[in-house]
């Protein structure tokens, strides 16, 4: 059944009007939807029921069904079934009194990170609707507003970046989210960078690094191999330069690979001349058999407290989802593998 969440405004306004109804009921259904987060036409209060009906005997409102959710106290994390049995997830982020979603761009991810349980397959991106709709979804979900949206979950948005910038249209002109509560983190695209500072100056960047060092990021990212650190890295010149924004630096700490105070030194070096701030993370291990292992808190601390005394603002983060196996992927493959 076609998602209607793929259906532009007018085309909806002309099928109301072909089945008899004002035109103002178009506007009742994206609200619905938009505003209220509502996932199903039955519920649609304010709508006729035959109005109703004849929505749910022909279209959708999410173009893929829930599969499950595990919770802690900081995170929810979805997983999602698609209309070609493929599965993916998102995850809501509780800090403080924020929420914030994590939203998947692909099934799967091509970059393959040696570390990351998303990058052992890759499948296909995801559409428009099924990035939208995790929105969506979540938002039903909490019966809350969500102000704060990361691309962050499975894949490379650079990647998929049609479907990516649609959904962030979406956001800011139907939504009413401002630009700068989103952020986009690439694995290191320039072209993706460059094409964010044009197309959508205000929304914020994340670039995850893993490594100052270019032979060590090739072992860890299959991707450096053709996207060399010197070209990302005057990508993010240009991007400061037209958008003035600072960038945010995801490093995340893999015991005795990229920890130790000399990587620190070698960071700060690299981004002497860009204006950064870094999120050092702690990793978060997959729950299988694994030759990467999370750095202790003490020496992450070291860690930061050395970029700190460099000069660089850097903040240590814990990872949110750590007791509900929440690194990206994790979800899916442990699924997949119960299945
Ligand atoms: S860490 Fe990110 S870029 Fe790397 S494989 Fe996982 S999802 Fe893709």
């Not at 109005?51 to 929810?76: A, G, H, K, M, Q």
């Not at 079934?81 to 799967?108: A, Y």
């Not at 994790?330 to 699924?335: I, M």
Request: a positive charge; glycine letters at 6%.
């Amino acid at each position: 059944m076609l998602s209607i969440l793929g259906i532009k405004d007018e085309e909806l306004k002309d099928i109301v009007i072909k089945e008899g109804y004002e035109p103002y009921r178009a506007q009742q259904i994206l609200d619905w939807i938009y505003d209220k987060a509502i996932p199903d036409f039955y519920s649609m209060s304010n709508l006729p029921k035959e109005l109703r009906n004849f929505l749910s005997d022909n279209f959708s409102v999410l173009p893929f069904e829930p599969l499950s959710y595990i919770r802690d106290e900081d995170t929810v994390k979805f997983l999602f079934k698609t209309k070609d049995d493929l599965t993916f997830e998102s995850v809501l982020i509780f800090h403080h009194n924020r929420v914030t979603v994590c939203l998947s761009s692909q099934i799967g991810c091509p970059i393959r990170c040696k570390f990351c349980a998303t990058g052992d397959s890759f499948h296909r991106n995801l559409t428009y609707e099924e990035i939208i709709g995790q929105y969506i979804f979540a938002k039903g979900y909490i019966r809350r507003d969500i102000r704060g949206i990361v691309f962050m979950g499975m894949g490379e948005p650079f990647l998929n970046e049609e479907n990516v910038y649609k959904t962030i249209d979406t956001l800011i002109s139907k939504i009413k989210i401002s630009p700068r509560h989103i952020t986009i983190s690439t694995s290191g695209i320039p072209q993706g960078i460059e094409n964010l500072s044009l197309r959508k100056p205000n929304v914020r960047l994340a670039f995850s690094i893993w490594t100052p060092d270019e032979e060590k990021r090739k072992l860890l990212v299959p991707l450096a191999n053709k996207y060399k650190l010197d070209d990302i890295l005057k990508s993010l010149r240009k991007y400061v330069s037209v958008t003035g924004n600072r960038i945010s630096v995801e490093y995340t700490l893999l015991k005795g690979i990229n920890d130790s105070l000399n990587d620190a030194y070698k960071l700060v070096k690299l981004f002497s001349d860009i204006p950064v701030f870094f999120n050092v993370i702690l990793y978060n291990p997959k729950d299988r058999p694994t030759e990467i292992y999370r750095t202790s808190i003490e020496e992450a601390q070291r860690f930061v407290d050395l970029l700190k005394s460099l000069g660089k603002e850097a903040y240590l983060r814990i990872s949110k989802g750590l007791k509900i196996s929440g690194a990206c992927g994790q979800l899916r493959s442990t699924y997949e593998r119960v299945e």
